[in-house]
Protein backbone atom coordinates (compact mmCIF):
# COMPACT_ATOMS: atom_id res chain seq x y z
CA UNK A 1 0.00 0.00 0.00
CA UNK A 2 1.28 3.32 -1.31
CA UNK A 3 1.52 5.76 1.63
CA UNK A 4 -1.42 8.23 0.55
CA UNK A 5 -3.62 5.17 -0.14
CA UNK A 6 -2.84 4.19 3.78
CA UNK A 7 -3.01 7.95 5.17
CA UNK A 8 -6.73 8.20 3.02
CA UNK A 9 -7.70 4.65 5.38
CA UNK A 10 -6.43 5.98 8.61
CA UNK A 11 -8.20 9.21 8.05
CA UNK A 12 -11.31 7.48 7.70
CA UNK A 13 -10.82 5.00 10.45
CA UNK A 14 -10.43 8.35 12.72
CA UNK A 15 -13.03 10.39 11.20
CA UNK A 16 -10.04 13.21 10.92
CA UNK A 17 -12.35 16.19 9.77
CA UNK A 18 -9.41 17.99 7.30
CA UNK A 19 -9.63 14.55 4.96
CA UNK A 20 -10.69 15.50 1.77
CA UNK A 21 -13.32 14.17 -0.04
CA UNK A 22 -11.56 12.30 -2.44
CA UNK A 23 -9.27 10.23 0.05
CA UNK A 24 -11.76 9.39 1.82
CA UNK A 25 -13.67 8.37 -0.74
CA UNK A 26 -10.86 5.78 -1.68
CA UNK A 27 -10.10 5.29 1.92
CA UNK A 28 -13.51 3.89 2.53
CA UNK A 29 -13.90 1.54 -0.34
CA UNK A 30 -10.70 0.10 0.42
CA UNK A 31 -11.82 -0.03 4.20
CA UNK A 32 -15.46 -1.48 3.73
CA UNK A 33 -14.39 -4.17 1.66
CA UNK A 34 -12.44 -5.45 4.03
CA UNK A 35 -14.34 -4.77 7.28
CA UNK A 36 -17.58 -5.64 5.33
CA UNK A 37 -16.42 -9.08 4.26
CA UNK A 38 -15.49 -9.38 8.08
CA UNK A 39 -18.48 -7.85 9.81
CA UNK A 40 -20.69 -10.62 6.84
CA UNK A 41 -18.79 -13.48 8.09
CA UNK A 42 -19.53 -12.37 11.55
CA UNK A 43 -23.23 -12.58 10.92
CA UNK A 44 -23.58 -15.55 9.31
CA UNK A 45 -21.54 -17.59 11.85
CA UNK A 46 -23.84 -19.16 14.68
CA UNK A 47 -24.42 -16.79 17.50
CA UNK A 48 -22.05 -18.04 20.07
CA UNK A 49 -22.90 -19.20 23.38
CA UNK A 50 -21.13 -18.57 26.22
CA UNK A 51 -21.60 -19.44 29.88
CA UNK A 52 -20.62 -17.29 33.32
CA UNK A 53 -20.96 -13.71 34.39
CA UNK A 54 -19.08 -11.16 33.17
CA UNK A 55 -16.50 -11.94 30.72
CA UNK A 56 -19.50 -13.42 28.61
CA UNK A 57 -21.19 -10.09 28.63
CA UNK A 58 -17.90 -8.67 27.28
CA UNK A 59 -17.80 -11.46 24.77
CA UNK A 60 -21.09 -10.99 23.61
CA UNK A 61 -20.12 -7.31 22.95
CA UNK A 62 -17.60 -8.25 21.45
CA UNK A 63 -18.65 -10.95 19.01
CA UNK A 64 -22.53 -10.12 18.30
CA UNK A 65 -23.65 -7.07 16.78
CA UNK A 66 -25.99 -4.96 19.21
CA UNK A 67 -29.77 -4.18 18.86
CA UNK A 68 -28.93 -0.90 17.88
CA UNK A 69 -27.50 -1.78 14.44
CA UNK A 70 -23.95 -1.43 16.14
CA UNK A 71 -21.62 -3.99 14.79
CA UNK A 72 -19.72 -6.66 16.60
CA UNK A 73 -16.39 -5.14 17.61
CA UNK A 74 -15.05 -8.41 16.28
CA UNK A 75 -16.19 -7.11 12.66
CA UNK A 76 -13.33 -4.58 12.39
CA UNK A 77 -10.93 -5.72 15.36
CA UNK A 78 -10.88 -9.38 14.81
CA UNK A 79 -12.56 -12.10 16.87
CA UNK A 80 -8.52 -12.35 18.72
CA UNK A 81 -8.42 -8.59 19.02
CA UNK A 82 -5.66 -8.09 16.45
CA UNK A 83 -7.21 -5.46 14.80
CA UNK A 84 -6.33 -4.72 10.98
CA UNK A 85 -2.50 -3.21 10.87
CA UNK A 86 -1.88 -2.58 7.49
CA UNK A 87 -5.29 -0.28 7.43
CA UNK A 88 -5.03 1.53 10.78
CA UNK A 89 -7.14 -0.57 13.15
CA UNK A 90 -6.13 -1.11 16.24
CA UNK A 91 -5.03 -4.38 18.02
CA UNK A 92 -7.13 -4.34 21.36
CA UNK A 93 -5.61 -7.75 22.47
CA UNK A 94 -3.80 -7.15 25.66
CA UNK A 95 -4.07 -3.42 26.27
CA UNK A 96 -5.19 -2.35 29.59
CA UNK A 97 -9.09 -2.86 30.41
CA UNK A 98 -9.13 0.47 32.00
CA UNK A 99 -7.17 1.99 29.09
CA UNK A 100 -9.96 0.71 26.64
CA UNK A 101 -12.76 1.45 29.00
CA UNK A 102 -11.51 4.90 29.01
CA UNK A 103 -11.21 5.44 25.45
CA UNK A 104 -14.18 3.91 24.83
CA UNK A 105 -15.94 6.13 27.43
CA UNK A 106 -14.02 9.43 25.60
CA UNK A 107 -15.28 8.15 22.18
CA UNK A 108 -18.70 7.92 23.81
CA UNK A 109 -18.52 11.43 24.88
CA UNK A 110 -16.80 13.21 21.94
CA UNK A 111 -13.74 13.83 24.05
CA UNK A 112 -12.17 11.68 21.25
CA UNK A 113 -13.77 12.98 18.28
CA UNK A 114 -14.07 9.77 15.82
CA UNK A 115 -16.80 9.54 13.94
CA UNK A 116 -16.63 5.78 13.33
CA UNK A 117 -16.41 4.98 16.99
CA UNK A 118 -18.66 7.49 18.20
CA UNK A 119 -21.86 6.11 17.96
CA UNK A 120 -20.55 2.44 18.97
CA UNK A 121 -19.40 3.60 21.57
CA UNK A 122 -22.35 5.55 22.71
CA UNK A 123 -24.78 2.49 22.13
CA UNK A 124 -22.65 0.43 25.02
CA UNK A 125 -23.92 1.08 28.19
CA UNK A 126 -21.03 1.82 30.85
CA UNK A 127 -21.16 -1.41 32.16
CA UNK A 128 -20.93 -3.19 28.32
CA UNK A 129 -17.70 -0.45 28.05
CA UNK A 130 -16.32 -2.12 30.83
CA UNK A 131 -17.04 -6.03 29.90
CA UNK A 132 -15.69 -5.16 26.76
CA UNK A 133 -13.07 -3.54 27.78
CA UNK A 134 -11.73 -6.37 30.18
CA UNK A 135 -12.60 -8.77 27.31
CA UNK A 136 -10.26 -7.69 24.91
CA UNK A 137 -7.68 -7.25 27.43
CA UNK A 138 -7.90 -10.40 28.43
CA UNK A 139 -6.90 -11.92 25.47
CA UNK A 140 -3.55 -13.32 24.37
CA UNK A 141 -1.47 -10.86 22.08
CA UNK A 142 -1.67 -12.64 18.61
CA UNK A 143 1.32 -13.30 16.96
CA UNK A 144 3.00 -9.85 15.21
CA UNK A 145 2.15 -10.11 11.21
CA UNK A 146 4.98 -9.31 8.98
CA UNK A 147 5.21 -5.29 9.47
CA UNK A 148 5.21 -3.43 6.42
CA UNK A 149 8.34 -3.54 4.75
CA UNK A 150 10.29 -0.19 5.83
CA UNK A 151 13.41 1.10 4.77
CA UNK A 152 16.21 0.38 6.74
CA UNK A 153 17.29 3.99 7.63
CA UNK A 154 13.50 4.70 8.33
CA UNK A 155 13.76 2.21 11.08
CA UNK A 156 17.01 3.40 12.72
CA UNK A 157 15.80 6.80 12.92
CA UNK A 158 12.54 5.53 14.17
CA UNK A 159 14.28 3.24 17.13
CA UNK A 160 16.71 6.27 17.86
CA UNK A 161 13.49 8.30 18.61
CA UNK A 162 11.73 5.51 20.46
CA UNK A 163 14.69 4.36 22.50
CA UNK A 164 16.46 7.28 23.14
CA UNK A 165 14.65 10.23 21.99
CA UNK A 166 16.33 13.78 20.68
CA UNK A 167 18.07 15.91 23.29
CA UNK A 168 18.35 18.63 20.57
CA UNK A 169 14.55 18.77 20.79
CA UNK A 170 14.18 17.91 24.05
CA UNK A 171 12.30 14.78 22.86
CA UNK A 172 12.05 12.42 25.60
CA UNK A 173 12.28 8.23 24.42
CA UNK A 174 9.13 6.45 23.59
CA UNK A 175 9.85 4.11 26.65
CA UNK A 176 10.57 6.34 29.15
CA UNK A 177 6.59 6.29 29.66
CA UNK A 178 5.72 3.64 27.26
CA UNK A 179 8.22 0.89 29.09
CA UNK A 180 11.17 -1.15 27.55
CA UNK A 181 10.43 -2.03 24.08
CA UNK A 182 6.69 -0.57 24.77
CA UNK A 183 5.21 -3.30 26.71
CA UNK A 184 2.81 -0.26 28.41
CA UNK A 185 2.66 0.41 32.04
CA UNK A 186 -0.49 -0.20 33.84
CA UNK A 187 -3.60 2.03 32.48
CA UNK A 188 -1.52 5.19 32.31
CA UNK A 189 0.51 4.31 28.70
CA UNK A 190 -0.75 1.62 26.13
CA UNK A 191 1.66 -1.11 24.55
CA UNK A 192 2.65 0.12 21.28
CA UNK A 193 4.74 -2.75 20.71
CA UNK A 194 3.63 -4.52 17.80
CA UNK A 195 0.62 -2.00 17.43
CA UNK A 196 -0.65 -0.88 14.14
CA UNK A 197 1.85 1.55 12.55
CA UNK A 198 -0.67 3.75 10.51
CA UNK A 199 -2.78 3.44 13.48
CA UNK A 200 0.33 5.44 15.88
CA UNK A 201 1.05 7.59 13.34
CA UNK A 202 -2.53 8.86 13.21
CA UNK A 203 -2.84 9.53 16.36
CA UNK A 204 0.93 11.10 16.73
CA UNK A 205 0.04 13.34 13.53
CA UNK A 206 -3.57 14.72 15.31
CA UNK A 207 -1.40 14.95 18.44
CA UNK A 208 1.29 16.80 16.59
CA UNK A 209 -1.92 18.90 14.77
CA UNK A 210 -3.02 19.83 18.54
CA UNK A 211 -5.71 17.39 19.11
CA UNK A 212 -5.64 16.70 22.78
CA UNK A 213 -7.93 13.21 22.21
CA UNK A 214 -7.94 12.06 26.21
CA UNK A 215 -7.26 14.00 28.94
CA UNK A 216 -3.62 13.03 29.33
CA UNK A 217 -3.60 13.92 25.67
CA UNK A 218 -1.61 16.98 27.38
CA UNK A 219 1.46 14.93 27.24
CA UNK A 220 1.29 13.30 24.02
CA UNK A 221 0.59 16.59 22.12
CA UNK A 222 3.94 18.04 24.05
CA UNK A 223 5.79 14.69 22.84
CA UNK A 224 4.50 15.22 19.30
CA UNK A 225 4.83 18.69 18.82
CA UNK A 226 8.68 18.01 18.99
CA UNK A 227 8.15 15.22 15.88
CA UNK A 228 8.71 16.23 12.47
CA UNK A 229 6.09 14.45 10.08
CA UNK A 230 8.87 11.86 8.60
CA UNK A 231 9.70 11.52 12.22
CA UNK A 232 6.20 10.11 13.15
CA UNK A 233 6.51 7.97 10.33
CA UNK A 234 9.29 6.34 11.78
CA UNK A 235 9.21 6.36 14.82
CA UNK A 236 5.30 4.54 14.08
CA UNK A 237 7.15 1.62 11.40
CA UNK A 238 9.45 1.30 14.44
CA UNK A 239 7.00 0.25 17.10
CA UNK A 240 5.01 -1.51 14.58
CA UNK A 241 7.76 -4.23 14.27
CA UNK A 242 8.78 -4.41 17.55
CA UNK A 243 7.83 -8.53 18.27
CA UNK A 244 5.65 -8.51 21.36
CA UNK A 245 5.85 -12.18 21.63
CA UNK A 246 3.98 -13.46 24.70
CA UNK A 247 1.60 -11.59 27.37
CA UNK A 248 4.23 -9.33 29.39
CA UNK A 249 2.80 -9.06 32.78
CA UNK A 250 2.70 -5.29 34.05
CA UNK A 251 3.67 -4.82 37.80
CA UNK A 252 2.05 -1.22 39.26
CA UNK A 253 4.10 -0.06 42.19
CA UNK A 254 1.69 2.75 42.73
CA UNK A 255 -2.10 1.83 43.16
CA UNK A 256 -4.44 4.13 40.86
CA UNK B 1 15.04 30.78 24.18
CA UNK B 2 16.27 27.02 23.98
CA UNK B 3 14.55 27.18 20.49
CA UNK B 4 13.98 30.59 19.72
CA UNK B 5 16.53 29.79 16.09
CA UNK B 6 13.30 27.83 14.67
CA UNK B 7 9.97 28.74 16.30
CA UNK B 8 9.50 31.88 13.62
CA UNK B 9 9.70 28.67 10.78
CA UNK B 10 7.07 26.92 12.95
CA UNK B 11 4.15 28.03 11.64
CA UNK B 12 5.51 28.24 7.89
CA UNK B 13 6.61 24.62 7.95
CA UNK B 14 3.32 23.29 9.33
CA UNK B 15 1.37 25.05 6.54
CA UNK B 16 3.65 23.75 4.17
CA UNK B 17 2.54 20.19 5.84
CA UNK B 18 -0.80 21.19 5.68
CA UNK B 19 -0.52 21.18 2.05
CA UNK B 20 0.98 18.14 1.68
CA UNK B 21 4.38 19.52 0.66
CA UNK B 22 6.70 16.56 2.35
CA UNK B 23 8.28 18.62 5.02
CA UNK B 24 10.87 16.01 5.54
CA UNK B 25 13.61 18.29 7.77
CA UNK B 26 13.75 18.04 11.35
CA UNK B 27 11.86 21.78 12.75
CA UNK B 28 12.35 22.44 16.19
CA UNK B 29 9.22 23.79 17.99
CA UNK B 30 9.07 25.86 20.97
CA UNK B 31 9.68 24.45 24.24
CA UNK B 32 6.50 24.40 26.17
CA UNK B 33 7.47 27.41 29.08
CA UNK B 34 11.20 27.94 27.74
CA UNK B 35 12.31 30.97 29.32
CA UNK B 36 14.60 33.39 28.02
CA UNK B 37 18.11 31.89 28.59
CA UNK B 38 21.71 32.35 26.74
CA UNK B 39 21.63 29.15 23.91
CA UNK B 40 23.63 26.59 26.41
CA UNK B 41 26.20 24.59 25.75
CA UNK B 42 25.86 21.22 23.06
CA UNK B 43 27.54 18.25 23.79
CA UNK B 44 29.23 15.88 21.17
CA UNK B 45 26.42 13.76 19.23
CA UNK B 46 26.67 9.88 20.34
CA UNK B 47 28.38 8.98 17.42
CA UNK B 48 31.06 11.51 17.85
CA UNK B 49 32.51 8.77 20.69
CA UNK B 50 35.68 7.40 19.48
CA UNK B 51 36.88 3.62 18.54
CA UNK B 52 39.25 2.54 21.16
CA UNK B 53 39.63 2.38 24.84
CA UNK B 54 38.84 5.16 25.73
CA UNK B 55 35.56 4.86 23.33
CA UNK B 56 35.19 1.62 25.12
CA UNK B 57 35.10 3.42 28.32
CA UNK B 58 32.86 6.44 27.09
CA UNK B 59 30.43 4.20 26.63
CA UNK B 60 30.31 1.76 29.61
CA UNK B 61 30.25 5.44 31.54
CA UNK B 62 26.48 6.16 29.92
CA UNK B 63 25.76 2.38 30.38
CA UNK B 64 26.32 2.82 33.67
CA UNK B 65 24.83 6.21 33.60
CA UNK B 66 21.31 4.68 32.06
CA UNK B 67 21.01 1.55 33.77
CA UNK B 68 23.40 1.38 37.28
CA UNK B 69 21.47 -1.13 38.64
CA UNK B 70 22.76 -3.42 35.59
CA UNK B 71 26.27 -2.05 35.33
CA UNK B 72 27.16 -0.96 38.97
CA UNK B 73 25.34 -3.46 40.66
CA UNK B 74 27.87 -3.52 43.53
CA UNK B 75 27.27 0.05 44.73
CA UNK B 76 23.57 0.92 43.76
CA UNK B 77 21.05 0.59 46.70
CA UNK B 78 17.45 1.08 45.44
CA UNK B 79 15.45 1.23 42.21
CA UNK B 80 16.69 4.97 40.72
CA UNK B 81 18.67 5.39 37.05
CA UNK B 82 20.97 8.54 37.31
CA UNK B 83 19.55 9.40 34.24
CA UNK B 84 16.21 9.85 36.15
CA UNK B 85 17.37 13.27 37.47
CA UNK B 86 19.56 14.39 34.79
CA UNK B 87 17.76 13.62 31.93
CA UNK B 88 18.66 12.66 28.65
CA UNK B 89 21.67 10.67 30.13
CA UNK B 90 22.98 13.44 31.70
CA UNK B 91 23.18 16.15 28.45
CA UNK B 92 20.21 18.22 28.83
CA UNK B 93 20.44 21.26 29.92
CA UNK B 94 18.75 22.69 33.04
CA UNK B 95 18.52 18.92 34.58
CA UNK B 96 22.40 19.26 36.19
CA UNK B 97 23.90 17.98 33.12
CA UNK B 98 27.46 15.96 33.77
CA UNK B 99 28.95 18.29 30.94
CA UNK B 100 28.60 21.42 33.33
CA UNK B 101 29.45 19.20 36.33
CA UNK B 102 32.83 17.83 34.99
CA UNK B 103 34.47 20.87 34.61
CA UNK B 104 33.37 22.41 37.60
CA UNK B 105 35.60 20.08 40.03
CA UNK B 106 37.65 19.98 42.00
CA UNK B 107 35.52 22.33 43.89
CA UNK B 108 35.08 23.15 47.86
CA UNK B 109 32.37 22.04 49.07
CA UNK B 110 30.52 22.77 52.31
CA UNK B 111 28.61 19.49 52.79
CA UNK B 112 32.11 18.09 53.55
CA UNK B 113 34.12 20.88 54.16
CA UNK B 114 37.43 20.28 51.90
CA UNK B 115 38.05 20.36 48.14
CA UNK B 116 35.81 17.43 46.54
CA UNK B 117 37.67 15.83 43.04
CA UNK B 118 34.81 15.32 40.47
CA UNK B 119 35.53 11.36 41.85
CA UNK B 120 34.76 11.93 44.97
CA UNK B 121 31.85 13.78 43.99
CA UNK B 122 30.44 10.74 41.56
CA UNK B 123 30.85 8.99 45.28
CA UNK B 124 28.27 10.89 46.74
CA UNK B 125 25.33 10.35 44.26
CA UNK B 126 26.20 6.63 45.30
CA UNK B 127 26.26 7.18 48.97
CA UNK B 128 23.16 9.42 48.76
CA UNK B 129 21.37 9.50 45.81
CA UNK B 130 21.33 5.29 44.91
CA UNK B 131 21.26 4.82 48.56
CA UNK B 132 23.83 2.45 48.05
CA UNK B 133 27.39 1.71 48.80
CA UNK B 134 30.65 4.26 47.59
CA UNK B 135 32.77 2.57 44.96
CA UNK B 136 36.67 3.30 46.39
CA UNK B 137 38.54 5.97 44.12
CA UNK B 138 40.27 4.73 40.67
CA UNK B 139 37.01 2.03 40.78
CA UNK B 140 36.06 0.95 37.05
CA UNK B 141 32.87 2.63 37.85
CA UNK B 142 33.89 5.70 38.37
CA UNK B 143 36.49 5.62 35.55
CA UNK B 144 33.98 5.35 33.03
CA UNK B 145 31.24 7.54 34.90
CA UNK B 146 34.35 10.25 34.95
CA UNK B 147 34.93 9.47 31.23
CA UNK B 148 31.88 9.90 29.69
CA UNK B 149 31.21 13.50 31.64
CA UNK B 150 34.51 14.47 30.35
CA UNK B 151 33.41 13.34 26.81
CA UNK B 152 30.32 15.58 27.15
CA UNK B 153 32.31 18.47 28.11
CA UNK B 154 34.23 18.45 25.34
CA UNK B 155 35.10 22.23 24.27
CA UNK B 156 33.28 23.86 27.23
CA UNK B 157 36.65 26.19 29.38
CA UNK B 158 36.84 24.59 33.34
CA UNK B 159 35.75 26.93 35.87
CA UNK B 160 33.47 28.59 34.33
CA UNK B 161 29.50 28.41 35.31
CA UNK B 162 28.17 27.58 32.10
CA UNK B 163 24.71 28.33 30.77
CA UNK B 164 22.00 25.21 31.52
CA UNK B 165 24.49 24.24 34.61
CA UNK B 166 22.79 22.76 37.72
CA UNK B 167 19.15 23.32 38.10
CA UNK B 168 17.48 26.94 36.58
CA UNK B 169 17.19 28.89 39.92
CA UNK B 170 13.12 29.52 40.53
CA UNK B 171 11.57 32.81 42.43
CA UNK B 172 10.57 32.56 45.93
CA UNK B 173 7.04 31.11 46.29
CA UNK B 174 4.59 34.08 47.00
CA UNK B 175 3.28 31.92 49.46
CA UNK B 176 4.56 29.60 52.20
CA UNK B 177 5.18 26.01 50.45
CA UNK B 178 2.36 23.96 51.59
CA UNK B 179 2.39 20.49 52.05
CA UNK B 180 -1.97 19.94 51.28
CA UNK B 181 -1.35 21.96 48.39
CA UNK B 182 1.62 20.23 47.16
CA UNK B 183 -0.53 16.79 47.63
CA UNK B 184 -3.15 18.20 45.27
CA UNK B 185 -0.66 19.17 42.52
CA UNK B 186 0.64 15.54 43.18
CA UNK B 187 -2.42 14.12 42.61
CA UNK B 188 -3.25 15.94 39.52
CA UNK B 189 -0.02 16.05 37.69
CA UNK B 190 2.64 13.37 39.44
CA UNK B 191 0.68 10.31 40.99
CA UNK B 192 -0.49 8.52 36.77
CA UNK B 193 3.29 7.71 36.54
CA UNK B 194 4.92 8.28 39.97
CA UNK B 195 1.83 6.12 41.55
CA UNK B 196 -0.46 7.88 44.63
CA UNK B 197 2.12 6.06 46.71
CA UNK B 198 5.19 7.39 45.03
CA UNK B 199 6.78 4.21 44.75
CA UNK B 200 6.35 4.42 40.86
CA UNK B 201 5.60 1.71 38.09
CA UNK B 202 7.59 -0.89 36.36
CA UNK B 203 6.93 -2.81 33.71
CA UNK B 204 8.15 -5.98 32.09
CA UNK B 205 11.02 -6.47 35.18
CA UNK B 206 12.01 -3.07 34.79
CA UNK B 207 11.51 0.59 36.43
CA UNK B 208 9.77 3.15 34.10
CA UNK B 209 8.77 5.98 36.32
CA UNK B 210 11.09 5.77 39.52
CA UNK B 211 9.78 5.83 43.03
CA UNK B 212 10.05 9.28 44.53
CA UNK B 213 9.87 8.23 47.95
CA UNK B 214 9.65 4.90 50.02
CA UNK B 215 12.47 2.46 50.79
CA UNK B 216 13.74 1.69 46.92
CA UNK B 217 14.15 5.78 46.35
CA UNK B 218 17.27 8.32 47.37
CA UNK B 219 17.76 8.48 51.14
CA UNK B 220 17.61 11.69 53.67
CA UNK B 221 21.12 12.79 52.43
CA UNK B 222 20.49 13.31 48.71
CA UNK B 223 20.70 16.71 47.23
CA UNK B 224 16.68 15.99 45.78
CA UNK B 225 16.22 15.70 49.47
CA UNK B 226 16.56 19.90 49.14
CA UNK B 227 12.98 21.46 48.66
CA UNK B 228 14.77 24.28 47.23
CA UNK B 229 16.48 21.44 44.64
CA UNK B 230 13.58 19.13 44.10
CA UNK B 231 11.47 22.09 43.14
CA UNK B 232 14.15 23.98 40.81
CA UNK B 233 14.34 20.24 39.42
CA UNK B 234 10.28 19.92 38.74
CA UNK B 235 9.63 23.16 37.55
CA UNK B 236 12.05 22.84 34.97
CA UNK B 237 11.23 18.99 34.10
CA UNK B 238 8.19 17.89 35.02
CA UNK B 239 5.66 16.58 34.09
CA UNK B 240 8.77 14.67 32.23
CA UNK B 241 8.72 16.56 28.33
CA UNK B 242 6.56 19.25 29.68
CA UNK B 243 8.69 21.60 31.49
CA UNK B 244 7.78 24.87 32.99
CA UNK B 245 4.38 23.80 32.66
CA UNK B 246 3.78 23.88 36.70
CA UNK B 247 3.97 27.14 38.20
CA UNK B 248 6.58 28.37 40.75
CA UNK B 249 4.27 28.21 43.57
CA UNK B 250 2.93 24.45 42.66
CA UNK B 251 6.91 23.93 41.98
CA UNK B 252 7.55 24.74 45.71
CA UNK B 253 4.28 22.99 47.43
CA UNK B 254 5.10 19.92 45.04
CA UNK B 255 8.84 19.79 46.56
CA UNK B 256 7.33 20.47 50.08
CA UNK B 257 4.89 17.27 50.06
CA UNK B 258 7.18 14.41 48.04
CA UNK B 259 10.08 15.55 50.30
CA UNK B 260 8.00 15.20 53.20
CA UNK B 261 7.33 11.43 53.23
CA UNK B 262 9.10 8.37 54.31
CA UNK B 263 12.86 7.76 52.85
CA UNK B 264 15.48 6.15 53.95
CA UNK B 265 17.57 7.03 56.34
CA UNK B 266 20.63 9.95 55.93
CA UNK B 267 24.05 7.57 56.19
CA UNK B 268 25.41 10.20 58.62
CA UNK B 269 22.46 9.78 61.11
CA UNK B 270 24.41 10.04 64.57
CA UNK B 271 21.95 7.94 66.07
CA UNK B 272 19.67 11.03 67.01
CA UNK B 273 17.41 12.84 64.95
CA UNK B 274 17.40 16.32 66.43
CA UNK B 275 21.50 16.09 66.60
CA UNK B 276 21.47 14.49 62.97
CA UNK B 277 19.04 17.65 61.95
CA UNK B 278 21.13 20.28 63.72
CA UNK B 279 24.39 19.06 62.16
CA UNK B 280 23.18 17.87 58.62
CA UNK B 281 20.11 19.24 57.66
CA UNK B 282 19.70 22.73 59.61
CA UNK B 283 18.23 24.96 57.05
CA UNK B 284 14.50 25.14 55.87
CA UNK B 285 14.63 23.24 52.62
CA UNK B 286 15.32 20.08 54.58
CA UNK B 287 12.26 18.12 56.56
CA UNK B 288 14.75 15.57 58.17
CA UNK B 289 13.56 15.36 61.66
CA UNK B 290 9.87 17.55 61.39
CA UNK B 291 6.79 16.17 62.54
CA UNK B 292 4.52 15.26 59.59
CA UNK B 293 1.44 13.66 59.72
CA UNK B 294 2.27 12.59 63.44
CA UNK B 295 5.10 10.76 62.83
CA UNK B 296 9.13 12.30 62.97
CA UNK B 297 10.72 11.99 59.80
CA UNK B 298 14.11 10.12 59.77
CA UNK B 299 12.66 8.27 63.35
CA UNK B 300 14.32 5.25 62.95
CA UNK B 301 11.28 3.32 63.65
CA UNK B 302 9.89 4.18 60.35
CA UNK B 303 12.79 4.71 58.42
CA UNK B 304 14.26 2.30 56.23
CA UNK B 305 18.06 1.96 56.48
CA UNK B 306 20.41 3.48 54.56
CA UNK B 307 22.74 1.81 52.24
CA UNK B 308 20.90 -1.28 51.32
CA UNK B 309 22.80 -2.95 48.37
CA UNK B 310 21.51 -6.61 48.79
CA UNK B 311 24.93 -8.98 49.86
CA UNK B 312 24.44 -10.83 46.57
CA UNK B 313 25.12 -8.15 44.14
CA UNK B 314 28.14 -6.58 46.46
CA UNK B 315 29.68 -9.66 46.13
CA UNK B 316 29.86 -9.89 42.34
CA UNK B 317 30.91 -6.49 41.40
Known amino acids: ?256 | MRFMQVAATACAVSALAVAGLAAETAWFPRAAGATETPAPFTPPAEDAIPAGKFGDEVRLGEQIFREPGEHAAAYVGNDLRCSNCHLDAGRLAGSAPMWAAYISYPAYRSKNGHVNSFQERLQGCFRYSMNGKVPPLGDPVLVALESYSFFLAKGLPTGEKPAGRGFPALPKPALAPDYARGAQVYAENCAACHGADGLGQSADGKVVFPPLWGPRSFNWGAGMGSIKNAAEFIHANMPLGMGGTLTPQQSWDVATYIDSQVRPQDPRFTGDVAETRAKFHDNPNSMYGRTVDGAVLGDPKVTPPAGTVPASKAEHK
Open chain 1, 1 to 256: MDRNTAKAHIHVMTGCSNTSAWWGFVGMGGWMSRAGLALTLALLAPAPVFAGDDPATGATVAMQPGSSGRPACAACHSADGAGQADVGIPRLAGLHASYIADQLGHFATGVRANAIMAPYAASLSADERRAVAEYFAALPIPAPVDPIPEPVAKLDRGMALFQRGDARTGLIACTQCHGPNGVGVGSFTPRLAGQSGPYIAEQLHRWRAGDIRDPRGAYMRAIAARLSPADIEAVAAYAAGLKTGETIENTAGGKP
